[in-house]
């Protein structure tokens, strides 16, 4: 068993910035990709980022637009998720999730989750 502690959210100004990070502890040797979703009320959880066991390949929703960036520190166990430039529509609830290392953008690839971390951006 795999479990995911998140931090780092909260309430911020459009424009700003805030680093979410995700714990693991457990069966961390089994962990591979760490991916990182997003949930609004009414919508569906959508891909935000994701990154592989080692670090070497990252992937990133097309809103994303270079202002997130996905991290990892294996050392640690722990990932790391930079959000700047923040707008009124990144406001969500973000999970993080560790599984496979095929289907990265697709929910069903993760077999643990993390319990969720609200973002609110204010405009």
């Known amino acids: 068993q795999v479990q995911l502690v998140e931090s780092g959210g909260g309430l911020v100004q459009a424009g700003g910035s805030l680093k979410l990070s995700c714990a693991a502890s457990?069966?961390?040797?089994?962990?591979?990709?760490m991916g990182w979703f997003r949930q609004a009320p009414g919508k569906e959880r959508e891909f935000v980022a994701a990154?592989?066991?080692?670090?070497?390949?990252?992937y990133y929703a097309d809103f994303v637009k270079g202002r997130f960036t996905i991290s990892r520190d294996n050392a640690r166990n722990t990932g790391y998720l930079q959000l700047n430039s923040l707008k009124p529509e990144d406001t969500a609830v973000y999970y993080c999730?560790?599984?496979?290392?095929?289907?990265?953008?697709?929910?069903?690839?993760?077999?643990?989750w993390g319990q969720g971390t609200q973002v609110t951006v204010s405009s």
């Open positions: 999730a560790t599984g496979g290392s095929v289907r990265v953008k697709t929910s069903s690839n993760y077999d643990y």
């Open positions: 457990g069966r961390t040797f089994s962990l591979s990709t």
């Open positions: 990154i592989t066991w080692s670090g070497a390949i990252t």
